[in-house]
């Protein structure tokens, strides 16, 4: 078999997706073809795939890292949840079910199939594979038939390294904890840990890092020093967004939809340090000076209306409009804009219809075939060109439609209100073009100072590479992957 490794966490959010990112990128750097996988990922925040489908947004970043095409191989199972209870399941890039968690489990030994189906396929001419786990090992009750850590582990012979996140407090037991929870054999193909997100004189925690060696037997493979600019990085989830990157005289609002999804959106606009862009959390007003308010998109548009209504927020957008405010709906959002949104078929949960915010002269109508397309546009008002990707359900027609805010491949895409100052669109990344987010900006304002997102993405990732390289044992690491051989 291939060179593999996989990146446990002893809990979420330690940093595995970053690492793996910056893992990807140093190893590449070195020569290596790096492939990255994650069994099962949990996230609204998709990607569509060089091959038609969709992946959770942080393996597409481990695959720019990797500087390889992205599959629907590299996160063969993706749940998107829709509801508090169930969520959507996604296999090798397609819709298979929506599924409550009693339904899941019993998913899972066919789940396990298709999961190594593409880990073999990942694995074909690759040099190294890097694995991300999802959540933690240490959640012990979810071990029968688990295809994410463990049990994935166990069925691929996978060597792991465990990660402690010292940024949150405790991470001794949480490295140490995690250890003794486990079944013995789960243990043993643990080979080593990591400590991330370390803040201040590293060799402070030298006593420590020795008695967690000492405790567990694994080696440590080094400390992590907190990586500054790991916000000018794509964000995995909408609570890294909740801090603005600059602020900037002109204020954009993103309202934090229940379901709030592909919100990467939002990742070129914090990068402008003339914006200050923020979340709006439930319960919380849409500010009164915010040039523009954007309604992002999301799993469950009905469901996330309501939602939207329930903080008072369609009450706030319509002072928002007599202001002189722009908003921005994209879709989902997008959809949310018009009239009605009718979902006869009960495909993002039960069948109706609702009402829409009325600032579009459009109606939507779901249907059950999925949009997941790489496109190419064109901003008729700017003149400018871009590229941007659509994941979405429903077909929208109406008067507005008349105004397009794009054409896509010589086709009519989005709409435009009467005065100008509403937007809707199906196209997410638009935001990555740098003219067009010039152009876009300009009408707030704000003179764009970011430029060249896209090449400032990846010379961070080239910095985060570098960082790893002075931090972690990367040789020996790369030689326990080439021993799983």
Known sequence: MIPRLMIQGCGSNVGKSMLVAGLARAYANRGLSVVPFKPQNMSNNAAVTDDGGEIGRA????????RVPTSVHMNPVLLKPETERGAQVVVQGARLCHATGRDYTAL????????????QRVSQGADLVLVEGAGSPAEINLRPGDIANMGFAEATETPVIVVGDIDRG????????????????????????????????????DDGYRMIGERTGWPGFGVV?????A??????????????????PVRIACLQLSRIANFDDLDPLRSEPGCTVEMIAPGQPVPGDAALVIIPGTKSTRGDLAYLRAQGWDIDLLAHRRRGGMILGVCGGYQMLGRTIDDPQGIEGPAGASNGLGLLDI??????????????ARHPASETALTGYEIHIGATTGPDRA?????VEGVPEGAVSADGGVFGTYLHGMFSADAFRAAFLHRLGVQAGA???????????????AHLETHLDLDTMLSLAREAR
């Open 225 to 229: 020093p907190w990586f500054a600019d």
């Open 403 to 407: 105004r397009p805010l794009f054409e």
């Open 108 to 119: 899972k030994p066919r789940l396990l199939k298709a999961v190594c189906e593409s880990f």
């Open 231 to 248: 916000g000018r990085l794509p964000a995995e989830d909408a609570s890294d967004l909740r801090a603005p990157v600059h602020r900037g």
């Open 59 to 66: 393996q597409a970043l481990q695959a720019l890292a990797a």
């Open 363 to 376: 109606e939507t109508v779901m249907t059950p075939r999925k949009s997941l397309t790489k496109r190419t």
């Open 170 to 205: 405790g991470v001794i037991a949480q490295v140490v904890g995690t250890q003794a929870v486990l079944d013995p054999a789960d243990a043993a193909r643990i080979k080593g840990f990591i400590i991330n997100k370390f803040r201040g004189d590293v060799s402070l925690f």
């Open 451 to 465: 430029g060249d997102y896209a090449g400032g993405v990846d010379a961070t990732l080239d910095t985060l590479a």
